[in-house]
């Protein structure tokens, strides 16, 4: 779903652990600072443990997607 939104809104690029690791950084720093610690552990897993193959099912692809999910906000 989430590619689905992303192209929508302009998003053209390969969804590879990088690509991942980059956006999943630039929604961090959308977070309100005043909730960003919260984000603090799924931030540390995208950026340590992010698996080379991508998995819907994986904690690490899951905080991933939180955090790229701020990207989407208007």
């Given at each position: 779903?989430f590619?689905?939104?992303?192209?929508?809104?302009?998003?053209?690029g390969?969804?590879?652990?990088?690509?991942?690791k980059?956006?999943?950084?630039e929604?961090?720093?959308?977070?309100?600072?005043?909730v960003r610690?919260?984000?603090?552990?799924?931030k540390?897993?995208?950026?340590?443990?992010?698996?080379?193959?991508?998995?819907?099912?994986?904690?690490?692809?899951?905080a991933?997607?939180?955090l790229?999910a701020?990207?989407?906000?208007?």
């Amino acid at each position: 779903m989430f590619i689905k939104i992303a192209h929508a809104r302009g998003f053209k690029g390969n969804f590879t652990p990088s690509t991942i690791k980059q956006l999943a950084a630039e929604g961090f720093k959308k977070i309100p600072e005043e909730v960003r610690d919260a984000y603090l552990i799924p931030k540390y897993l995208v950026e340590n443990e992010l698996p080379e193959r991508i998995s819907p099912a994986s904690w690490e692809c899951k905080a991933a997607g939180k955090l790229m999910a701020f990207l989407l906000a208007d």
